[in-house]
């Protein structure tokens, strides 16, 4: 009996003397980690690197092989989402448009590259370096101008919006525009390409009723007033909000 | 008969079963450590990142720099990779990149990067008079 309550003990003596060396003298260090195993607010800031990078150099074969890195990633739709979050949390402007131009450019369908293997390491100098991606973007120094400004009464939409979309001078959506909203108590600010279905040269901003706002393209100096949530018939005689449809073309 | 009986029969004093449950135990912890419940990598920090992966972060914030010259938002994501002053990243980098024929814009920024941080005076260190 004793000898089973020896044994007994001794286990248990080994138990937690394997324990306390696993987890106190010999605790794990983690070492030689890929990016994917990064904490939520590194992993955001390491995608927001890898935009910004891809902004300074336009090499979107380069950014895909640093994405592939994230087996998990939905990459146009995270990118966006994050995108937004940064703008909300009153981040760098900076990274928000590069994210935005990056989830833009992601969304624009496969490029003929094939996506690397997320086991190959990225070992930037052998990555091939084509031409930059073409992707749509505004002529420097060319002013936008406002195009047209329709009413919309859609009732799917859930709340009063501003709708705006932005082109170049050769009719291509342009992603990455800031947009500046302006309102009696407040300011705010939004980017076109955050929500790539909709049209890379698309962003939005909802309106709150009885508010009146000025919005203005960061790159345009002209505001366009007066803009407010507007009254539309529904079906039943129940009248809704309506919203606002702007368009902004680059001028030759 | 089990086995431990017959391990008993053989242990002419107390200390051989305490030894013995000592071993197996530790033996189950290890194993249980590395078998049924291994280490999951998760919520790591840059500081922890592999050499190469390292390196291509140090050269994704000198491409970012050649782009909007922001020194400071540079130095911000240099100080995630660890403790050390922001240009020995920088130099550790360069010199992986040396190592694995990275390409000659990708010295040359990590390079421009190198250079103005060690214009910055360095901490510590004693200013001009």
Same mark, same amino acid.
């Given at each position: 009996?004793?000898?089973?309550?020896?044994?007994?003990?001794?286990?248990?003596?080994?138990?937690?003397?394997?324990l306390?060396?696993?987890?106190?003298?010999?605790?794990?260090?983690?070492?030689?980690?890929?990016?994917?195993?990064?904490?939520?607010?590194?992993?955001?800031?390491?995608?927001?690197?890898?935009?910004?990078?891809?902004?300074?150099?336009?090499?979107?074969?380069?950014?895909?092989?640093?994405?592939?890195?994230?087996?998990?990633?939905?990459?146009?739709?995270?990118?966006a989402?994050?995108?937004?979050?940064?703008?909300?949390?009153?981040?760098?402007?900076?990274?928000?448009?590069?994210?935005?131009?990056l989830a833009?450019?992601?969304?624009?369908g496969?490029?003929?590259?094939?996506?690397?293997?997320?086991?190959?390491?990225?070992?930037?100098?052998?990555?091939?370096?084509?031409?930059?991606?073409?992707?749509?973007?505004?002529?420097?120094?060319a002013?936008?101008?406002?195009?047209?400004?329709?009413?919309?009464?859609?009732?799917?939409?859930?709340?009063?919006?501003?709708?705006?979309?932005?082109?170049n001078?050769?009719?291509?959506?342009?992603?990455g525009?800031?947009?500046?909203?302006?309102?009696?108590?407040?300011?705010?600010?939004?980017?076109?390409?955050?929500?790539?279905?909709?049209?890379?040269?698309?962003?939005?901003?909802?309106?709150?009723?009885?508010?009146?706002?000025t919005?203005?393209l960061?790159?345009?100096?002209?505001?366009?007033?007066?803009?407010?949530?507007?009254?539309?018939?529904?079906?039943?005689?129940?009248?809704?909000?309506?919203?606002?449809?702007?368009?902004?073309?680059?001028?030759? | 008969?089990?086995?431990?009986?017959?391990?008993?029969?053989?242990?002419?004093?107390?200390?051989?079963?305490?030894?013995?449950?000592?071993?197996?135990?530790?033996?189950?912890?290890?194993?249980?450590?590395?078998?049924?419940?291994?280490?999951?990598?998760?919520?790591?920090?840059?500081?922890?990142?592999? +050499?190469?992966?390292?390196t @291509? &972060?140090? !050269?994704?914030?000198?491409? /970012?720099? %050649?782009?909007?010259?922001?020194l400071?938002?540079?130095?911000?994501?240099?100080?995630?990779?660890?403790?050390?002053?922001p240009?020995?990243? +920088?130099?550790?980098?360069? @010199? &992986?990149? !040396?190592?694995?024929?990275? /390409?000659? %814009?990708?010295?040359?920024?990590l390079?421009?990067?190198?250079?103005?941080?060690?214009?910055?005076?360095?901490?510590g260190?004693?200013?001009?008079?």
């Amino acid at each position: 009996m004793s000898r089973w309550l020896f044994l007994i003990l001794g286990f248990g003596i080994g138990l937690a003397g394997g324990l306390y060396f696993a987890w106190l003298v010999s605790p794990v260090e983690y070492v030689e980690t890929a990016p994917d195993s990064l904490r939520a607010d590194f992993r955001a800031d390491y995608l927001g690197l890898i935009a910004s990078a891809y902004v300074s150099g336009g090499d979107l074969v380069r950014a895909r092989t640093r994405l592939a890195l994230f087996p998990d990633l939905d990459t146009a739709t995270e990118l966006a989402a994050l995108a937004q979050q940064r703008l909300a949390a009153g981040l760098a402007d900076t990274e928000a448009s590069a994210l935005s131009q990056l989830a833009s450019a992601l969304s624009q369908g496969p490029i003929r590259t094939p996506v690397p293997t997320v086991s190959v390491s990225p070992t930037p100098s052998k990555t091939p370096r084509p031409s930059p991606t073409r992707r749509p973007t505004a002529t420097p120094g060319a002013a936008f101008l406002l195009t047209s400004r329709e009413r919309i009464c859609d009732p799917l939409l859930s709340q009063p919006l501003i709708q705006v979309v932005v082109l170049n001078a050769a009719q291509g959506s342009v992603p990455g525009q800031e947009v500046i909203v302006v309102w009696d108590t407040g300011q705010d600010h939004f980017f076109t390409g955050l929500k790539p279905e909709l049209g890379l040269g698309y962003g939005d901003f909802a309106m709150t009723e009885g508010v009146t706002y000025t919005l203005q393209l960061a790159d345009s100096l002209q505001p366009v007033t007066n803009l407010a949530a507007h009254e539309c018939e529904g079906q039943g005689d129940e009248p809704y909000l309506g919203s606002w449809l702007l368009q902004f073309e680059q001028s030759p | 008969m089990g086995p431990g009986s017959y391990v008993f029969e053989r242990m002419q004093n107390k200390l051989a079963p305490l030894i013995f449950g000592l071993v197996f135990g530790a033996l189950i912890a290890v194993a249980y450590g590395w078998l049924v419940r291994p280490v999951e990598y998760i919520d790591t920090s840059p500081d922890s990142l592999r +050499v190469d992966f390292r390196t @291509d &972060y140090v !050269l994704m914030v000198a491409e /970012s720099f %050649a782009s909007d010259q922001d020194l400071t938002l540079a130095q911000v994501r240099l100080a995630a990779l660890g403790p050390q002053a922001p240009d020995e990243y +920088v130099t550790q980098a360069i @010199d &992986y990149a !040396l190592e694995h024929s990275f /390409s000659g %814009a990708d010295l040359e920024r990590l390079n421009a990067l190198a250079i103005v941080l060690r214009t910055l005076p360095q901490p510590g260190g004693i200013g001009p008079p």
